[in-house]
């Protein structure tokens, strides 16, 4: 069987084993509608599958007894108060945030709807931090998420799927963090709301009032415009009259909101913790190691390459076609056109194309034909006119070197791309290079130049564009390609050497989604809970 | 000495701060973070003088043209005028404006940014739409049997996306989502994990002082 006749065997087995969950749908089977009802009440636990059938009964329940009909009455011992309830400090983060936790109940299915559920009344919880501030569960409780939803703060275990968390943040490094779970009892519930709103109603207007006073002194010092001091002397009038409309002070709703808060009920247990932070962060383990192992491979393959030198390397149409895009030009007596990307130096794609300008720049002098470089970044200009200057020099042509080659366009978008399709048109460059990373751009750009006649090769890591420039370039250079063209055109053996250490990392890379989906299959097919361990690893990998 | 400056000390500073870059990824410490801010400072103050080096040169660049009567010219007067009124209009704008800025609502600034930037931008974002279906005729056109595999996925793409293929065959949407997800997205991804090992490979090659090209040629 030749080498093209078993990749088609291994296309079509791909094709089926993927098109396996299509084929697997039942044409029959019923809607999903009325399951996912009951699920989508308990979406925020999707572990707790042991109670289905009581869940089920208890929505009957509660779509037959509405909240009016039940007089609410506190009692403390109605409340459900989570249960093995623990405040930490957040691990893995810079020491200004602490997380609660406690083991997953019925009632944090529905406690954002605040009403009843199994016949039991669920009530508004506070949490009091530090003794002053109250944070409302009800306002937080789409926000709650399952421990396990977090690996990147908990890491991997069963158990954290059966325990939810909240996040505080905004505290010092090494403070002390101190929680009291509260209830806001139904007969408070009223006073509790308008105080609440008072306070941030009142608090509003006058930051809003003070910034309207600080303009106004600020418009009265540049004398420059009667019209806009007049303008905000009327809001500020208009906004003092709504302060006062209120019918109270900020320092009566103060009162009455610290009042209504030493009224409600607070259960005794005080948690606390100390916030912290660290040097290392232990989630990013797997990272470090496996960054630590594809630097060695590589500094190993380097240090190979200086000693044969002669490795062999795949051949790249798009870099073949380099020279014959260069001598095309020369023959026509048109320059080429060169373009590094739209982003800055802070992406490796631009130093990527970069690299790539400096081997283009060397052949373009040897050949002593024109370049024209339009950059969209000052300090990329910068560094293209080095680059250019140095390469014509290594060539042996610095007299050839033109100033007015790599210039300045502008920074926006579209502006940049006007310019480049007009130097298109007027100029008529015999060969054109897209390289580094592009946006919506690219299709006009790449239009535009195959529009003129010109060979056209481009290299980007951008997965949107890439569609784009292989359908209108002649060569296009598919994400790695782009990196290895400064290798590929230099033959220098040490940047070699790289490439081939990057394989070694692909090779890796290959067996560790082949093992993963063999994992995953063998343990989603035969229903084995031991996998997940492995599934769980290779996630964090 | 002039070599050490041209060509060591970019190294090393190369090596000193992509190494502290570097580190503070996996140091969670307040202190990492003040580190990254300090250095954003510095990068936007770089910015900010590069940038009046980027206007020098566009200025040089279209006066040369203007003085050797290159080709289109004129429309290097168009920039120079352009370039000109907005950088007055502008100062002027800043100045009486009352936050300092000029594109605050009401100032001459804005309003030509508004009503003539924008517009300018829009037509050749707009001007996209014309390109993407030349470039999809061609893109399309079944010469081989690939180009006629694209063609078919991307038909049953485009049914899968409009109301009206749903309308035909309500399957189209799931057969769409399928080639997006499975075979679009397995390709993406494979793309996607060569473009990071190079990354990788290639900030190792700039830290270790083996990749210069960037720094203006090589050894």
Known sequence: MNRKALILLLVILGFLFTLTPLLAQDPDAEPPGDEQGVEASGSEGEADSGNEADEGGALDETESAPVDEIAPVFDPSDVHIPENIILEDLPMDKGNAVALSWDLAPFDFVVEKEGVKNGEILHHYIFLINGSDIIEYSNVAKAVKLMSDSPQFWGFDDNLASRKWLLFEGFEVNEEVTLQIGVVQPELEEAFGAARDNLAAINKLNAENVNKHQNLALEKMRRKRPTKISELEAEIAGLEESIASLGYTPEEAETEWNDIKSKLFYFPQVHKTVTKTGWFNPVKTNNLIFGFLFGAVILWFISRARKDPNLFIRRISGLEAVDEAIGRATEMGKPILYLTGMTTLADLATLAAINILGEVAKKVAEYESGMIVPCRDPVVMTVNQETVKEAYTEAGRPDHYNEDSVFFLTEDQFSYTASVSGIMLRDKPAAIFFMGYYYAESLLLAETGSMTGAIQIAGTDSLAQLPFFITACDYTLIGEELYAASAYLSREPLLLGSLKGQDVGKLFLMAVILFGTLIVSLGTWFNVDGFDFIQHYLTAL | ?219
């Open chain 2, 1 to 219: 000495m002039a070599t050490f400056f041209r060509k060591q000390l970019p190294i090393l500073l190369a090596f000193v701060f992509g190494m502290t870059m570097l580190i503070r990824y996996y140091v969670p410490h307040p202190i990492s973070e003040q580190i990254y801010n300090e250095f954003i400072k510095w990068v936007i103050i770089i910015a900010g003088f590069a940038a009046i080096l980027g206007i020098l040169s566009l200025l040089h660049y279209h006066w040369n043209k203007i003085k050797r009567r290159q080709p289109g010219y004129g429309f290097s007067f168009v920039t120079y005028i352009a370039f000109f009124t907005m950088l007055v209009v502008g100062l002027i704008s800043g100045s009486i404006s009352e936050t300092g800025s000029p594109l605050e609502a009401g100032t001459g600034f804005h309003w030509m940014y508004i009503n003539l930037m924008v517009p300018m931008q829009s037509t050749m974002f707009a001007i996209l739409g014309f390109f993407v279906a030349s470039a999809a005729f061609r893109a399309f056109r079944a010469r081989n049997p690939e180009a006629t595999l694209l063609l078919i996925a991307a038909i049953l793409v485009m049914l899968g996306r409009v109301p009206l293929g749903e309308a035909i065959w309500g399957s189209f949407p799931t057969i769409s989502d399928w080639i997006l997800n499975v075979l679009n997205m397995s390709g993406q991804r494979g793309i996607l994990l060569g473009v990071g090992l190079s990354q990788i490979a290639m900030a190792l090659r700039i830290l270790f002082g083996i990749e210069r090209t960037y720094m203006g040629g090589g050894d």
